[in-house]
């Protein structure tokens, strides 16, 4: 099953997986299918991710290898909505550290946006 999650979650949880990596002693794995390409990334640090290059609808698979032998499988899809509590009862029980869940800044801006009285006014006098 692949945990839908936005960008800002998805950091959070990779965050986890590092934690459960230097544990394990392991190497975290990231594989980023982009339509029909699939791009793998060993990840040492949270700095890594910026190389991925992660956008909407990509499907991320994020396994840790321990000796040659993948340890932990799970899958992501990358869009707005995301199964926060899912992943809280589900995945974050796995990792050794506690994760806090920090809100995605697009979607909150957006957000606050759309419930701007003012932003709801100008739409209705066009």
């Known amino acids: 099953m692949a945990y839908k999650v936005n960008v800002g979650t998805f950091e959070n949880v990779v965050r986890g ?3 459960l ?5 392991g190497e975290l794995v990231i594989l980023n299918k982009k339509d029909d390409e699939a791009d793998e990334y060993v990840i040492s640090s949270i700095k890594d991710l910026k190389y991925l290059d992660i956008k909407n609808k990509d499907l991320l698979e994020v396994t840790i290898y321990v000796d040659d032998e993948d340890e932990v499988f799970d ?6 909505n995301d199964d926060t509590k899912i992943l809280e009862k589900n995945l974050f029980s796995k990792f050794p550290n506690k994760i806090e869940i920090v809100p995605d800044k697009e979607k909150a801006q957006k ?4 419930n701007n009285h003012f932003a709801k006014f100008m739409k209705k006098k066009k």
Request: net charge negative; proline share 0%.
């Open 21 to 25: 990596c230097k544990k394990l002693s």
């Open 17 to 19: 997986y590092l934690d």
């Open 75 to 80: 899958e992501f899809v990358i869009g707005i």
């Open 111 to 114: 957000e606050k946006i759309e």
